[in-house]
């Protein structure tokens, strides 16, 4: 079939591709602006066809008593295919989302390292007896919800997608993935590779289309026993609300605005390169990005000056250059979105101390680029310290003392996470304990590991994905009391 823009991308129900009934959209390079090629829209009709393909392949018993090494092993096989054909899936995530290349490959792998991490805890994680309290053996088993839906953002489909698909997979359930409209290739890909690592058909399910319509239809869709959801708070309160109406189960992993703490005593150079890492790596396009700075005051200023210096220096460029350090924005339409939003800080009395414009670079003009910017002159309280920009876009302020600076951090909605720098190691302690945040770094920032909880506090999210329990967010425990 050929959509305005070429032949329309088919999606996958069961063994079986198809463009669908829905509108199929288009998906744009947003490095140079160009097509990628259109893709099939699925409709109401079909998220139900796909919601019933995974509820008949859950409940076979070849799935449902499947013993956990056979499991693990699909997994296994699976990360393998994924690993073999990390450049063109990165190349897959580059072209939609226009991360940097070397970034896409290290998400690649780290994909496969997801397949990998569940499928050991899949044959390794045990059930428990409980202590008893009588003349019976009680016993909890963990038990998969059925049919989950896994619905995701553009940042990063590579690893956030295959964080929900392999522990629900390894969980026992049967997934129908809603990869984000901006970014629908990588999902297609893993699932056919899912399919020729031995994966039975049916139970990795990939519907493509805008939120509101094929995402909306699935969130929906009474079949669907949990939602497992990446993206903004505003989307994730609306599943919620759709959720609770049936008691539909969600995990949801939403936006931030985390503080990113530098005390007077830190190791200067260190924090410096942490920061700007923290807030300019992916474009700022990461939920745990350290976008409100809060500086000790007798170092502020020229611990400002630094990094006004070192931001201007970044070199952005083409996601394929390997000397870029900061690609484009994922969209045009996010674009504008965050040169809006730069805007608003300046009528709110913002001074922006760099970027805060496009580049003049004529080699960038057809891309969605936009300059690292640090905004000064800014309170806690100012829209742009308060709303996610989820660009790269920095707010600076300074503290005087700690109980000052815990309040400030934690005046916010979101809660995801923290960075401390600090010499002072019970300082370090503290601050991290009374931090509402689902992630303190201290003298670090933003390393991520599948093998620790992730998640938020507060209108950051609900529930945790990865680290060893993360399988449990995919299973109901079930008690079994035997009498003697
Ligand atoms: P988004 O909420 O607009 O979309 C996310 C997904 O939800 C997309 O697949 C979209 O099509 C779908 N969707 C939209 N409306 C829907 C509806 N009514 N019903 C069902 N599905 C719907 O978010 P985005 O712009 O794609 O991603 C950026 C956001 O994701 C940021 O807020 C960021 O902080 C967040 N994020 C969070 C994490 C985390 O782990 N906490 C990780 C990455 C991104």
């Not at 829905?22 to 998906?27: I, L, V």
């Not at 990869?179 to 519907?207: H, I, K, W, Y």
């Not at 049936?246 to 007077?264: C, D, N, Q, T, Y």
């Not at 960075?419 to 770094?441: H, L």
Request: hydrophobic share 45%; glycine share 10%.
């Amino acid at each position: 079939m050929r959509g305005d823009n070429g032949p329309v991308r088919p999606f996958l129900i069961g063994s079986t591709w198809t463009v669908g009934e829905g509108q199929a959209f288009e998906s744009i390079n947003p490095a140079t602006g160009r097509s990628n090629g259109m893709i099939g829209g699925a409709s109401r009709a079909d998220v139900d066809r796909a919601v019933q393909a995974a509820k008949a392949a859950q409940a076979q018993p070849a799935w449902r008593n499947m013993l956990p090494h056979q499991r693990a092993a699909i997994l296994r096989r699976i990360a393998e295919r994924i690993e073999a054909n990390a450049t063109e899936l990165a190349e897959l995530q580059m072209r939609e989302n226009g991360k940097l290349r070397a970034e896409c490959v290290e998400q690649a792998s780290n994909g496969a390292g997801a397949y990998r991490y569940f499928a050991s805890i899949c044959e390794t994680m045990p059930s428990e007896v409980a202590p008893s309290r009588g003349e019976h053996l009680a016993m909890v088993l963990y038990e998969p919800f059925g049919v989950v839906a896994a619905i995701t953002p553009w940042n990063s489909p590579l690893t956030l997608e295959s964080q929900k698909v392999a522990a629900a997979l390894a969980a026992g359930n049967a997934v129908v993935l809603k990869p984000s409209e901006f970014t629908p290739s990588v999902a297609l890909r893993v699932a056919e590779l899912a399919l020729e690592a031995g994966l039975p058909p049916g139970l990795l399910n990939v519907v493509t289309g805008l939120g509101g319509e094929t995402g909306a239809a699935l969130v929906g869709h009474p079949d669907v026993r949990l939602i497992s959801f990446t993206g903004g708070t505003a989307t994730g309160k609306a599943i919620a609300r759709e959720a609770a109406g049936r008691m539909a189960a969600v995990a949801l992993e939403l936006g931030g605005k985390s503080p990113h703490i530098v005390f007077a005593d830190a190791d200067v150079d260190k924090a410096l390169e942490g920061v700007l890492n923290g807030v300019f790596s992916s474009t700022g396009q990461s939920c745990i990005a350290g976008t409100r700075l809060f500086v000790q005051r007798s170092l502020f200023d020229g611990f400002v000056e630094r990094l006004v210096a070192a931001a201007q220096a970044l070199r952005v460029g083409p996601p394929e250059d390997p000397a870029s350090q900061v690609a484009p924005l994922s969209s045009f339409v996010h674009r504008d979105k965050v040169e809006a939003m730069v805007a608003m800080a300046r009528e709110d009395g913002g001074r922006v101390l760099c970027g805060g414009t496009r580049p003049q670079d004529p080699r960038l003009a057809d891309g969605a680029y936009f300059l690292p910017t640090i905004i000064g002159g800014v309170a806690n309280s100012a829209r742009i310290c308060q709303q996610e920009v989820f660009g790269p876009v920095l707010c600076v302020m300074p503290f005087d003392d700690e109980a000052d600076l815990v309040a400030q951090a934690n005046d916010t909605a979101f809660g995801l996470a923290c960075g401390v720098w600090t010499r002072d190691f019970p300082k370090a302690w503290r601050v991290a304990r009374a931090i509402e945040a689902g992630t303190v770094w201290i003298n670090t920032y933003k390393r991520l590991s599948v093998s620790v909880p992730f998640g938020g506090f507060k209108e950051s999210g609900t529930g945790r994905e990865k680290g060893y329990f993360g399988i449990r967010t995919y299973q109901e425990a079930k008690t079994v009391m035997v009498g003697f």
